[in-house]
T-cell receptor, first 113, second 113 residues
Framework: GNSVTQMEGPVTLSEEAFLTINCTYT??????LFWYVQYPGEGLQLLLKATKADDKGSNKGFEATYRKETTSFHLEKGSVQVSDSAVYFCALSDKAAGTALIFGKGTTLSVSS | DSGVTQTPKHLITATGQRVTLRCSPRSGDLSVYWYQQSLDQGLQFLIQ???????AKGNILERFSAQQFPDLHSELNLSSLELGDSALYFC????????????FGSGTRLTVV
């Protein structure tokens, strides 16, 4: 079946540091891939997405590239800010099967000034 | 405001009781999804409705049920509550098949005492 594996957190960084959060997936079809962010006390917000291999999703300085050969969708940001502190979830959707989003367990990011 | 409205925001109830959580999807979205978020299990997909019909089931207990009404709002019913049912319950909505991702509500925090 389909699944998503994220690196375990927490990830603790200083402001302006480089961020990578690893995400790999297992899928039988050709999924769409997503990163969601959850700020404290809030629901999940879509951060970026990619719908096919080699697509790069980007938003608010965050980027992730859909790598079919390595089944990965790692999240990166060149310079994090304190306001980026949140929980980040990688997710996949098997469009052909119309199945619900499957999420990784989430990675907590804490950025200090 | 994401456009997905969940009520109530907080709920405290005793073991053995029954509660109903309500969700109004974003305008124009026909699909509604329910997720349970707990510290140990992460985000677990419970059930999906599309235009009033059940479309997919995930890890939903038999004590739980849901429905989607003609006006597209959805209700999640949790009965014979146990301490382990304490969690955040999120509703999300999307267009057909959800290939562009979901829009999440801010969740209902259920505490069973």
């Amino acid at each position: 079946g389909n699944s998503v594996t994220q690196m375990e957190g927490p990830v603790t960084l200083s402001e302006e540091a480089f961020l990578t959060i690893n995400c790999t997936y297992t899928a039988t079809g050709y999924p769409s891939l997503f990163w969601y962010v959850q700020y404290p006390g809030e629901g999940l917000q879509l951060l970026l997405k990619a719908t096919k291999a080699d697509d790069k999703g980007s938003n608010k300085g965050f980027e992730a590239t859909y790598r079919k050969e390595t089944t990965s969708f790692h999240l990166e940001k060149g310079s994090v800010q304190v306001s980026d502190s949140a929980v980040y979830f990688c997710a996949l959707s098997d469009k052909a099967a119309g199945t619900a989003l499957i999420f990784g367990k989430g990675t907590t990011l804490s950025v200090s000034s | 405001d994401s456009g997905v409205t969940q009520t109530p925001k907080h709920l405290i109830t005793a073991t053995g009781q029954r509660v109903t959580l309500r969700c109004s999807p974003r305008s124009g979205d026909l699909s509604v999804y329910w997720y349970q978020q707990s510290l140990d299990q992460g985000l677990q997909f419970l059930i999906q409705y599309y235009n009033g019909e059940e479309r997919a089931k995930g890890n939903i207990l038999e004590r739980f049920s849901a429905q989607q009404f003609p006006d597209l709002h959805s209700e999640l019913n949790l009965s014979s509550l146990e301490l382990g049912d304490s969690a955040l319950y999120f509703c999300a909505s999307s267009g057909y098949r959800g290939g562009d991702g979901y829009t999440f509500g801010s969740g209902t925090r259920l505490t069973v005492v």
